[in-house]
């Protein structure tokens, strides 16, 4: 053999090793990708149920008004059913299959039931008072149970959950035929509400072992403990690279999973005796570590639900309901303190923003059998949606700029954890996570900053990026406080890149996995050109007390924003928190065909100044500019007789049938509580003379309100009134 030959040989050798370790290198590092694709693309949690077109758009064809009758002096005879008649309220609600059937049909109101599947079964009895849970918010080993003993989420639970369904959709289908939707129960949880809870939702450990194979793809699967966070908590304490919340959080998320597929089965068993009514449920809550509010698991097993606005909720359903077929409400309670101001803004608000309807909870309705005065100015708000307008959104389609906003459950579970620090043993007392967490202030305050800007976006969900990528339609990924990625949802947010795409993230992205587990280097750092490497500690972090930007324990009962951030002394960029203190200020890059953003700030603080009212373009350019310099503007430009966009503004548009549908509505801040309520804070009164300018000529614009016809252009002149909504249309 020649020296040119044995060199070529051995140099083959040599690629073909090299070859076959680096192939075994990505194998290894794209194992877990693989294993998490393949759990969240057969996982049953996954797969939605029956949610075709027939079944939620035919019967709830339109907006309704639906009163819980719970001080409902006025009766359920002739002038229970004129004041219905006289005051815009086209809806009703039976209770467990009973009802004044006779009165609702005779007044043509369509009704949802409440209570199908009983009370006390989803809804523990006792869950409206946490210290009935005390004795469990630290006991891993307990069972879910309420005051009337153990109820294990289990075959038992189901059989009794169907029988009650049995007797009251039978009930129901025997009297009327004006059903438009079965409520399973209300406020329903795998614990109670969201309270910390970590027990076990039913007794059958072998079924969290077998999850946790498909979970973690069968290889290094690791045993099925069963912890509290009082085993984890004291990690956080050391080097980000040495802190796992997965033994814990697991059991969270197959406890999550659980449920979902319990809450899809009963709901497909309502379909089984009544094909033709949706079904799922009323008192939804927060996106939670706790409860069971993992919404990309949860919107897939329901048909209808009626949602407190809490952590962004009714944005993040709007975002998951399919082509707006699935009917999604709001609750309403008349708050004295707030007036009927209040009551007309909702309304009209939520309206916009493509619900079909408003449950409503009736006390300080009647003084005995009469309407109390603010009825009366709250009537034309209810006689005009349900009359004139009732049927335009239904089925309409959001009409958003190519922005998505990422959610992300497991990195709502990990913000829980690292805010509940501040807290130490006192973690079981918190509550308000929906106006405390981290991840809920990052998501809220990006939903203002874009629409505050014009600009309107969607939510994704982390299984739809996993199984197919970040869709087409979007330009932009935002990635608020994702703390937790996976392998596979980091090659996917890649390729979105690589592809042409612009993705932005605020702070701590990816440097966990998708169990809770810290990593030695983030998922994304690659992408964004920054370094994690593990070592950091918490004061490496905001304040340098904490792993967060507020003390949510100091903080706890606060009033305004400002008294949150003031908890915690944290160094500020342009008036925002600068969250890693070893990485750089808004680092952009080029990847592929595409530009990242790393901006290492916090956009939490824009709340607080909203709230104070000193909000101005820059703050939001700050946040903003990697959008507009994707190309991105607003289709719709505000602006008022000063030549500035009012101030609490948004637009939002929908498409149906050629049309488009535009309203122009104040976005006030809204508050509530696990209990619903609430509504706006800080509310404007008055009207103003606003220009709308369109960055395309439109046709045939028409006020949808008054029946003005405005003709073709780009800019003209209407007429805002701040508690309401104008509404108009183009084609």
Request: hydrophobic share 35%.
């Amino acid at each position: 053999m020649t020296d040119t030959a044995r060199n070529n040989k051995l140099r083959c050798i040599f690629h073909l090793l090299f070859g076959s370790l680096l192939l075994l290198s990505f194998s290894n590092c794209s194992e877990a990708e693989d294993g998490y694709s393949r759990y969240v693309g057969s996982a049953p949690e996954f797969k939605p149920v029956r949610q075709d077109e027939t079944l939620l758009l035919k019967r709830w064809d339109r907006w309704h008004y639906m009163p819980w009758r719970f001080h409902w002096g006025i009766g359920t005879g002739q002038a229970g059913g004129e004041f219905c008649r006289d005051y815009g309220i086209t809806g009703a609600f039976t209770d467990s299959g009973e009802g004044p059937f006779e009165w609702i049909n005779k007044w043509d109101l369509s009704f949802y039931n409440d209570h199908t599947a009983g009370k006390g079964l989803l809804y523990l009895y006792g869950a409206n008072k946490g210290q009935n849970f005390v004795r469990f918010q630290r006991d891993p080993k307990a069972i879910r149970q309420g005051t009337r003993g153990p109820q294990p989420v289990d075959a038992k639970l189901k059989a009794n959950a169907e029988k009650l369904m049995r007797e009251s959709i039978g009930n129901v289908k025997k009297h009327s035929n004006r059903c438009v939707a079965y409520a399973l129960d209300d406020e329903i949880s795998w614990g109670a509400f969201v309270i910390p809870l970590c027990w076990r939702i039913h007794e059958n450990d072998r079924d969290y072992s077998n999850w946790l194979k498909k979970y973690y793809g069968r290889r290094n699967t690791p045993p099925a403990l069963f912890i509290s966070f009082d085993d984890v908590r004291e990690q956080m304490n050391g080097p980000l690279g040495k802190i796992d919340f997965s033994p814990f959080l697991d059991r969270m998320t197959y406890n999550d999973s659980y449920w979902a597929n319990f809450v899809g089965e009963l709901v497909s068993y309502s379909n089984s005796l009544d094909p033709n009514v949706p079904c799922g449920f009323v008192g939804g809550q927060s996106p939670s570590l706790w409860g069971g509010y993992d919404y990309a698991k949860l919107m897939k097993k329901i048909q209808f639900i009626e949602a407190y606005d809490l952590g962004s909720s009714q944005e993040i359903i709007r975002s998951f309901n399919p082509d707006n077929r699935m009917p999604v409400v709001i609750a309403h309670f008349h708050k004295k303190d707030k007036g009927v101001a209040n009551d007309i803004w909702q309304t009209w608000y939520y309206f916009a923003h493509g619900n079909r309807g408003i449950i409503g909870w009736i006390e300080d309705w009647f003084d005995g059998k009469t309407p109390k005065p603010w009825l009366k100015q709250y009537r034309n708000t209810l006689l005009e949606i349900s009359g004139k307008h009732a049927d335009k959104i239904v089925g309409a389609k959001w009409q958003h700029e190519g922005i998505a906003i990422y959610y992300s459950h497991p990195s709502i579970q990990v913000s829980w954890c690292l805010d509940s620090q501040a807290h130490g043993r006192t973690w079981v007392n918190r509550g308000g996570d929906f106006q405390l967490g981290t991840s809920h202030n990052v998501r809220k305050a990006w939903d203002y900053l874009l629409s505050d800007s014009g600009l309107q976006y969607n939510y994704i969900s982390y299984d739809q990026v996993v199984k197919k990528g970040v869709p087409r339609q979007y330009k932009v990924l935002i990635l608020p406080a994702c703390y937790a990625i996976s392998d596979a949802e980091a090659a996917q947010i890649r390729r979105f890149a690589s592809a042409g795409g612009t993705v932005i993230a605020d702070f701590g992205c990816g440097v966990f996995d998708q169990h809770g587990k810290a990593r030695s280097k983030g998922a994304l750092d690659s992408l964004f050109g920054v370094k994690h490497n593990g070592t950091e500690s918490q004061a490496d972090w905001f304040g340098q007390s904490l792993w967060v930007e507020t003390d949510q324990d100091r903080g706890f009962y606060y009033k305004k924003f400002q008294e949150l951030f003031a908890t915690v002394k944290s160094p500020l960029h342009s008036g925002f928190a600068i969250a890693e203190h070893r990485l750089p200020v808004n680092k952009t890059r080029k990847f592929g065909r595409g530009t990242v953003h790393y901006l290492n700030l916090s956009p939490q603080r824009y709340l607080q100044y909203r709230q104070e009212g000193v909000i101005d373009q820059a703050h939001r350019d700050l946040f903003l500019k990697p959008i507009k310099d994707a190309g991105i503007t607003s289709p719709v430009e505000l602006t008022d007789q000063s030549g500035k966009r009012p101030r609490d503004s948004e637009v939002t548009r929908w498409k149906k049938r050629g049309k488009t549908y535009l309203f122009v509505i104040q976005n006030a801040h809204v508050t509530g509580s696990a209990l619903g309520g609430g509504g706006a804070e800080g509310l404007r009164k008055g009207t103003e003379q606003i220009t709308i300018s369109f960055r395309e000529p439109v046709k045939d614009l028409r006020n949808e309100r008054t029946g003005e016809k405005l003709g073709d252009g780009k800019q003209f002149k209407v007429e805002f009134n701040r508690l309401e909504a104008t509404f108009l249309s183009h084609r």
